[in-house]
């Protein structure tokens, strides 16, 4: 069973920053495109950012500037920086990984982190 377990979520005033981080198994690791994903009460699941095995990055509109999406192969771990936090980035936020299978892509999810960005 291939599991995602994310850290570093919690309550931050405005204009904080906080780290997330997303172990990754080694045996998707590598061969992954990896990616945050946040979802707010009442709201759909959006992507943040995403990073692909070449180190290519790509950030939702929202985020650019603030956040930062790298990927430490030796530690098989994913990090989300975001800074400048807003209230409006308050959400459950989820690490996944897609890795490639044939012509389509296996999704694999986190359990989650709150972060609330509140005074």
């Known amino acids: 069973q291939v599991q995602l377990v994310e850290s570093g979520g919690g309550l931050v005033q405005p204009g904080g920053s906080l780290r997330l981080s997303c172990a990754v198994p080694?045996?998707?690791?590598?061969?992954?495109?990896l990616g945050w994903y946040r979802q707010a009460p009442g709201k759909q699941r959006d992507l943040v950012a995403a990073?692909?095995?070449?180190?290519?990055?790509n950030y939702a509109d929202s985020v650019k500037g603030r956040f930062t999406i790298s990927r430490d192969n030796a530690k098989n771990t994913v990090y989300l920086q975001m800074n400048s936090l807003k209230p409006e980035d308050t959400a459950v936020y989820y690490c996944?990984?897609?890795?490639?299978?044939?012509?389509?892509?296996?999704?694999?999810w986190g359990q989650g982190t709150q972060v609330t960005v509140s005074s």
């Open positions: 996944n990984a897609k890795v490639p299978s044939g012509f389509f892509a296996v999704g694999y």
């Open positions: 080694g045996s998707i690791f590598s061969s992954s495109v």
């Open positions: 990073i692909t095995s070449g180190g290519s990055t």
